[in-house]
């Protein structure tokens, strides 16, 4: 059964920094690509992050660019949201997801499968 498990939420103040991890199972994470998402109270579910696990190849939306990091370890079938410098409205329910991968243009498409519960990041001080 594939299945994505995040982890790593919690409770941080505004400049602070949280590691977000995902763990794979039940497929090869190198054959896909993996988008971070949230969902903050009240709003839609967003992209924030993409990772094609195949060559490394990531992308940010432009509100976390500079300050958030997407990695992959292949071996471990995880993949992680390092995330520095945090805001207020970074506030919400992370998760993961398996997404598309364009390969032609070398980016991330929607995102298909099942998804996991997600992990809670706060900002506030």
């Known amino acids: 059964q594939m299945q994505l498990v995040e982890s790593g939420g919690g409770l941080v103040q505004p400049g602070g920094s949280l590691r977000l991890s995902c763990a794979a199972s039940?497929?090869?994470?190198?054959?896909?690509?993996i988008g971070w998402f949230r969902q903050a109270p009240g709003k839609e579910r967003e992209e924030v992050a993409c990772?094609?696990?195949?060559?490394?190849?990531?992308s940010y939306v432009a509100s976390v660019k500079g300050r958030f990091t997407v990695s992959g370890d292949n071996a471990k079938n995880m993949v992680y949201l390092q995330m520095n410098s945090l805001k207020p409205e970074d506030t919400g329910v992370y998760y993961c997801?398996?997404?598309?991968?364009?390969?032609?243009?070398?980016?991330?498409?929607?995102?298909?499968?099942?998804w996991g519960q997600g992990t809670q990041v706060t900002v506030s001080s």
């Open positions: 997801a398996r997404r598309v991968w364009y390969g032609n243009s070398a980016r991330c498409g929607p995102a298909f499968g099942s």
């Open positions: 039940g497929f090869t994470l190198a054959n896909y690509a």
């Open positions: 990772i094609n696990n195949g060559d490394g190849t990531t």
